[in-house]
């Protein structure tokens, strides 16, 4: 078994998409359209990497979240950048560019060497070692 993909509900799919790639080098898949359902989606996804993030927009989304507001769910992606040097660098161009640093570089209690910023609707992203 495996995991396919996380999808995540966004209610600016072109900026969610644009903010992965710069900052994650992610692939995007074509846009898929849905207009009956005024549903939209792009899937990202790493160079010869299986695993997908789904970033999905409807229409009536903000409506749909008014009426549930909190749920249970996806508490943050975690995103491997291959070393201490790199969680820094990275950590340092996000923050010059602006996105929000929730948690500084450092080495958390179960080991990992990791930051946390939000993308820019607020996801949580773990950027680890």
């Avoid at 010059?96 to 948690?103: E, F, L, P, Q, T």
């Amino acid at each position: 078994m495996k995991i396919d993909h996380i999808a995540i509900w966004t209610t600016n799919l072109e900026n969610v998409k644009d903010f992965y790639i710069k900052y994650f080098n992610m692939k995007c898949s074509e846009k898929y359209v849905n207009p009956t359902k005024q549903f939209s989606s792009y899937f990202l996804g790493f160079e010869g990497e299986a695993t997908r993030i789904e970033i999905m927009h409807r229409e009536d989304l903000a409506e749909v979240m008014r009426r549930n507001p909190m749920a249970p769910g996806l508490t943050h992606l975690s995103i491997s950048v291959g070393s201490r040097e790199k969680v820094d660098i990275l950590t340092e161009v996000l923050r010059n560019d602006g996105c929000k640093i929730v948690g500084e570089p450092r080495t958390t209690g179960d080991g990992y060497y990791e930051s946390v910023v939000e993308d820019c609707e607020g996801n949580l992203v773990e950027i680890t070692e």
